[in-house]
Every structure is written in structure tokens, then in C-alpha cells.
């Protein structure tokens, strides 16, 4: 029996303690009715051996890929030491820490972690954890309703992640609260003052600005942060972490700082993995703890005045508060908080700032050598961190088709999420990836279009004025 | 000791990170940090030696009987974990082709397929990252689909008093008011207070069954009527299905929509506090609501269905595809059962936690229930014992610590006084459980005798009984470096 212990003797003698006859017996509350028949569509049992060896063939069908996708998800080197710490049986097998005595590794675990967060965002506070970046940002909504008191709206720029924008419109819509799009620059591709005046005077909770934006522009944080106070409205900053190793920190955007910082964990340890687990991270000033969601550790001293740490502000959570919590959350994703405090502690300050330059240096390059290309522009003018926008005179589907079969995922086709730009490739390069790797993806790139042109030649000038590279 | 303060300035993991660059010419100045931020300067090998030592501190089920009610704390196969870390499945971008994904997907469109089967449901999505996220998307469905059929004088969600803190969480995110319905001295919904409660203003009621009191609601075929003929939607909280794998099928009882929580239930780790998958299933008249997205098999071929392909739905509740390496680890767990095997879970969840009731009652423990079978849980009450010593349900908690096991879940439920939720699952021996109740026995003790020594517990954890008084009034939520 799989993963049961008991013997045909334990068995008989804890029925016998029971005081039944059968483990039928044990069943018998639930009426006759109800009962269901077999499970029809499980299949038969396999061993360890099995459904490794079924699982191994899957992943090799899958293959691995020179990726140079982004979007909200990058690939990044985790040291080796980061899963052979997380996956040790004492922290992957525990629960949420509910006895604090037993659970001192986990929660002081999450103390250095939420120091980490709150130290690399500028803020005073962090939660130990959400379920991941666009979660975390609709959770960053509702705190702002909450602390602004008299908006329910609030204004998202369309450069914000497409699907994080879906994802806080489901998860806030059903209480009013209504997400309203601030277009973005066609020709900076990043929010500018232009279009944010035609919202001056209205009534609005709180401006979201994603640093990189999902263009990955750099926003013009200060002005824009000064903007929302001047009228008002809260600042949401929506960071990449590892990104924060060389930009300014929300803290200190504009003249008072951002006011709540949320984003995407995964860069900090967390393998792509199509897509989770990874985790939430949010941050905030000290004026808006008591509203902060999920759970957050406190230190403090035990019996004998010896430091220790525990689940503090509880009064905020849905196994207290019920109907009037701040948030539903329970079970968050602890476990990839661990992997970021352990990959942090590992890659420390100037490893993370590191990290942070040869991601600009790599993305750089790669944009520099794209645009040499014939047909190829970059089309967003201001400056970027690790990611940018290109455009080609041919549909980006059949570019990436053809680099796919070259063992290449050239990034993400742009046209299902902004079919106004055209012919829209988002690219990625990480730190993980070297000259050789970007020298790869930019000569298939341009023999695909060569290849697609070699009809009529057709010689284009380059326009300067969006070509820094 | 913290890792901040085994740094020293200057300290490097050169082995770690990428070489220097050349300054960082295409950021504007004004855009980049001026201040370092509050990152360890360790060793590598300092890092990876406090972080062990952290661990050693704490209980886990690797390393304690942990039976946590309601958590189901269930061994989590090394197996499980070590496939789901392949490096294929590891290093594949949630945005990458589904060309490339399709051993990926195979996987998670056959789990799709055997958690319908479990829960008698027509459509399974398994996006939600959690169980409290599962019932935000089940809640969300409901709405969804009174307001579709331009019904919208349903603005209350009907809960029982004896539900998890996240059914009501969840619903008033989903933008209902809450009335929460009463339990009977069964253990079950008090079904009175049912009839009364519902109306035309009535969107659903969430039940969770077996109900965290560790019993099965009698009355469900009842109550499934008194609902639906109301007019509202019922919801299954299936977060603790341990018990009725196999048993019965939420579908067949009439539900319309269900979570179960696969990090119980399906033995995907609990990683101190998460991640989870908690994803939910649905009947026929909610399936073009479900989250997404969710994955179909076509002419041989797996692929992701989005809004283009499901446009009722309640969209996207995650940037990608929900926590898809812990619904790897479900997936193996499950084929690692089979059918026979999930029955085998309930049999034996059912057999541990009726025989450690069984043998409680013996030892001198109140039952909260002792008239009703136990499911995969039951609950002690230490009421007489607190009346009797001044021991309360915490202080039996800690000194349970010091005969090395994890305590149960404690003043949970709300409705019994100094209540123990217990839950031993399938995968401990009668010879754990024999220790355990020998354990709580000299508690027991313990309390009579020497009652300052359980008050005082624990003793031999690396800190003695905490206060949580201070840690919430004198906030101390991060670590701040000492003034030089
Ligand atoms: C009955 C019940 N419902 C819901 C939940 C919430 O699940 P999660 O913690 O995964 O959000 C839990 C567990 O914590 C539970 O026990």
C-alpha cells in the first residue's frame, strides 16, 4: 500500500480498539445514497521507477531551449545551494508556523526576509509572502481603497503588465472597484505627464507604475509619484527585484516615496517552471501596516527575555478577523520566500548589483546587434533595463516559428497584447546569457528575414531618432 | 543570530555572480539607487551553514508526527519532489510555445482529468494557487453566473459558524455580505436556521465537508435542496478531502462548484507556510466561467485555453499557469496511487484518526463529538481539564512539543472551548499514534500534578513560550542595523 505503514495486524487491533469490524464500518454516517462507485478514470498504480521513468521522457520531449523570453518571468542563474537548503525535509515539510517554538528556523527565515524585501523596496514593512507578482499588485489595490478611504478607482497605465491587469481586474472588480488604463507614450513607450493630465482633478485611489514597465522602459518615477500626491492618490510601485540592485528603490521615488511596492519574486531563486510556484512580494510604509495583507513576523521575547520570533498583527487575517480581514489569504508561497532569503544571502549586495549590470550589459548588446539588422528597430526611445521592444517588416510569429526550430525562443509576439504596435517582439537578455548565446540569436534572426525579404529588395533607412543602440 | 549580522563589510561571493560590467551607461543617473541596500555580506559557506542551522530549529513531517487538524499533514514523497525538479520541467518559460510544453502538459491535462473524476465534477481548472484562491474563484463563478442570467438581487453568501476563516475572506472579496448559519449539537448545519436563512437574495452557501468539526454532514442531500431551491449555488470546500476519496463524489451530491487543496489532500508539501494549488471544479451550468487557463487535448495535441476560447470566464487569477511545480508533485502522487490507492487514503485517514479517538476517549480525553464517527479529524475538548487545573488547550500544546510532537490545531474550530483538532493521516503507524497518546497521557499528568510545568512549556525549544502581546504591539518587523 502506498505510503500506509500498517500491517494486516495493526489493522485488526485498531479495529478491535474501535470496537468494529471493518474499516466499512467507519463509513457508515455517510447516506447510502451518496456512496460513489470506483474512481473510473484513474489508472492503475505505478511504482517510484515508473512514474519517474514517464516523467523523465516528458520532460526530454520538452527539451531545453536558448530562451530569450521575459515578460514578467527571466531566467536567471540560482545557486546550487538555494534547492539543497529549501528542499531540506525541515523546511519543506512544514507547515505554516503556528507554533512558534517549533517553527524558529522558518520564521526568523521570514524576519530576514521581509528585512531583505523591505530593505531592497525603500519601505519599512514587508509580508512574508503572496502568491505571486499580479496578485500581489490587485492585493496592493485593495490596500489602497482601503487607505484611501473615499476613491474605489484606480489608474493603471497600459505599459503595466498585460495579464497582471487582467489578473487585478478579476480579483478587485467584484467590489467596485473599477482599474481605469492611462495610455502609454507610442513614442517612449514609457507614462507621461501629457496623458496623466487629462486625469488631474479626478478622484482616484492610487497611480500604478511598473519600473521596468512591461516594455521593459524605464518609467520616469520621480515625476510620476510627485504627479499622484500632488493629487492625492497613493503610489503602487510594481518592481522587478532584481532590477532594484541598480535602480532607485520605491522608497525613494519623487519627493515622499512610493507608498506600497509590489512584484514578482521569481527572479530571486525561483526556476521558470512554466510558471510557479513563484512568489508575491509587498512592501509598504509604516503608516499603512496595520492594512497590509497576509501573514507577516514580528520578533519579540520569550519567557526568559531571549529573542524570538512569531506570526504577528494577526488581527488583520481571515482565521481572526473572518468577513472582515484584510485579505483571504492563508497559505502563501513560504517556501519560495525561503529560497529568496537563502539566494539573496548568497548573492549579497554587489552580487545582486551584479546580477542587475549584466543584465542591462546583455540586454544591451543584443538590442545593439539586432538593429543592425536590416528591417529591424527598436521602437521605444527611452532607456531600458533588460528588456526591450523590436520591431520587423515581417510578422514576429514566423520569425519566432523559425527560431524555435533552431532550438531558439526568440520572446514574446506582442501583437495578441498590443496589436497597435505592428510587428512586436519583447526580448530578454539575463545575465545567463553570453556573447556566443547573443551572437546566435541575432545571426538566425537576420538570416529568417533576409530569407523572407530575398523577393524584391527593399533597402530601408534606418530613423535615427529611435535607434540609441 | 541573524545573517545581517554575520556580514562583513567588503565580504563577496565572487562564484555567484557574473563579472564586473563597465558602468551601467544606458541608465540615467537620476533612475539608479544611491544607497546599498540592507543585503547579508556572508560566505557562501556561512550562508548555507546558518541556513541549515535555521532548519534544524524547526519541527516538520520529515522529522516529527505533526497532526495538525484541517492541514492534513500527510508524508510528502522525496519522489514527487525530485520529478517535478527535472531540469526540462524547471527551465521551461510559462510563455514559451505549447510545442514545447506538451510532456508538461500531458501531465497537468491528465490531472485535470483524474481531480473530475474525484470530485464527480464536469470542468476542473488548476490555476488557483491556494485553497483561499479556489474559493475566491468558486465564489466569483457563482456571481458570475446569477449575474448572467440577470439576476442580481443575489448579494449574500450563506456560511456556516463552523467554516475556515477564508470561506467568508473569500466571499466578501467576491463582493457579497456574509450570514453565517449555526451548527446543531451533531456537529452538523443547523438546518432551521438553513430554511430561515435563504430567500431570493441568497447566491450560495459554502460547506465544508467532512465540516472541520471532523464530522460528515448528515443532512447534505437536505440542505443541497433547501439551496438550490432557493435559488443559490452550493460550493463544496473540499480542502480536506482526505477522508472521502473515493467515497463519495461532491459532483454526485448535487455541488456545483468545489476547491480541494492539493497541498493536503494530493501531499504536496506545505514549505512552512506554502505554495499550494488549490484548484476547483465545477458543474455543467458553471463551465464556461472557470478560470483560466485550463488545458484541452485535441487531435493529439495539448494546448492552453484562454479567454479567446472560454469568454464567460472569470479570467486570469495568476500571471501564468497557477503554481504548475506543485501541481507536478500532485500529479505523481496521484499516479503513484491510482484509483485503488486514493481509496486506500480515505480507509486509512478515516481508520487512524477513529482508532487515536478511540484510544483518547480511553485515556480520559473529552470528545467534542464522541456520539458521531470521526472522519480524517476529530476534536478534544479541554474544557473540564482547564476547569479542573487551569491547563488550557495552548499550555497542553507546548509541553506536546517537549515530547517531541508537533501540537494539533488549537482554538479551532471557534465553537469549541479549548479545543485539539487532530488529524493524524494515512501515512502514520499505529505504533506513532500509540507514542502520541502515551505523549498527551502523561500531559495529562502532568497537569494534575505539576501544572506550573505545563504552563511554563515548552522547555527544550530553542525559545521558551513567546509573547505575541509585545510582537504586535511593539512592531519589530525588520532588522535595522545598530547605530555605530
Ligand atoms: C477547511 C479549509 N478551507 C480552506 C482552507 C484554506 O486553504 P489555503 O490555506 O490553501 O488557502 C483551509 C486550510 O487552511 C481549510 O482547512
Redesign the interface.
Known sequence: MPFIPHTEEDIQSMLEAIGTASIENLFDEIPPALRAGKLGQMPEALNEMAIGRLMQERAEQDGRYLNFIGAGAYEHHVPAAVWQIAGRGEFYSAYTPYQAEASQGTLQLLYEFQTMMASLTGMDVSNASLYDGASALAEAVLMAVRAHKTSRRILVPACVHPIWRQVAEALVKNQGIELVTVPYCTGGGDTVAESLKHFEGGDFAALVIQQPNFFGVLEEVDELTNWAHSQNMLVIGAVNPVALGLLKAPGQWGGKGADIAVGEGQPLGAPLSSGGPYFGFLCCKQALARQIPGRVVGRTVDLDGKPGFCLTLQAREQHIRRAKATSNICTNQGLMATTAAIHLSLLGQSGLERVASACHANASLLVEQACLIAGVERIFSEPFFHEAVLTFDMPVADVLRAMEAQGILGGLDLTPYYPELGNALLVCATETKTAEDIRKFTENLERILSRHNSGPACTRLKPTATSKW | M???ELSRPG???PS???????E?S???A?????????????S?MD??R???R???????????F?P?GS?T?????R?A???A?????????????E??????L??LYELQ??L???T?MAGVSLTP?????G??AGV?MI?AYHVARGDTARTEMLVPDAA???N????????YT?KEIPTDHDGNVDLAALRAAVGPQTAGLMLTNPSTLG??E?N??EMQKIVHEAGGLLYYDGANLNA?L????PG??GFDVIHV?L?KTF?T????????SGPVGVSERLLPFL?VPIIAHEDGRYRLVT?QGLPQS?????????????L?RAY?Y????????????A??A???A??LM??LK?AGFDIAFPQ??ASHEFIVTLKGLKEQTGINAMDV??RL?DKGF??P?TY?PMLVPECLLIEPT?????QTLDAFVAALKEVLEEAHANPELVK?A?HT????????V???RE?????KAPAA
Request: charged share 20%; net charge positive.
Open positions: 541573524l545573517i545581517f565580504r563577496k561571493n555567484q555572480a557574473p563579472a564586473p560590467q563597465p551601467a544606458g541608465i540615467p537620476h533612475l539608479r539607487r544611491a544607497d546599498k541596500p540592507l543585503l547579508p555580506e556572508v557562501e550562508a548555507v546558518h541556513y541549515t535555521l532548519s534544524q530549529k524547526n519541527f516538520s513531517i520529515d522529522t516529527h505533526y495538525l492541514c499533514m500527510k508524508y510528502n514523497p519522489g519532489h525530485q520529478m525538479m527535472l531540469p526540462q520541467f524547471l527551465a521551461r518559460h510559462p510563455l514559451a510555445p510545442t514545447t510544453g506538451q510532456g508538461v500531458a501531465c482529468e483524474m473530475k473524476d474525484v464527480g494557487m491556494a485553497g483561499a484562491q474559493e475566491f466569483a456571481r475556515h476563516g477564508t467568508p475572506a473569500s466571499a466578501v472579496m467576491c463582493g456574509i464530522v460528515f448528515q447534505i442531500q472521502i473515493g467515497r463519495v463524489k454526485d451530491m487543496n497541498h501531499s508539501p506545505h514549505g512552512g507556510g506554502g505554495p499550494g478560470p479567454e472569470i479570467g486570469h487569477l495568476s500571471a501564468f499557469m497557477g503554481n504548475t511545480g506543485i507536478l505523481a496521484a499516479r503513484m496511487l491510482g484509483g485503488e490507492g486514493m481509496r486506500r487514503v480507509d486509512f478515516t481508520l487512524n477513529n482508532y478511540a484510544e480511553k458521531r464517527r500544546a507546548k512539543l508537533h501540537a490545531t479551532f494515512e501515512t502514520e503507524s499505529k511554563g515548552p525549544m530553542p525559545v521558551r513560550r513567546l509573547d505575541d509585545k510582537a504586535a512592531l519589530d518587523l525588520v532588522w
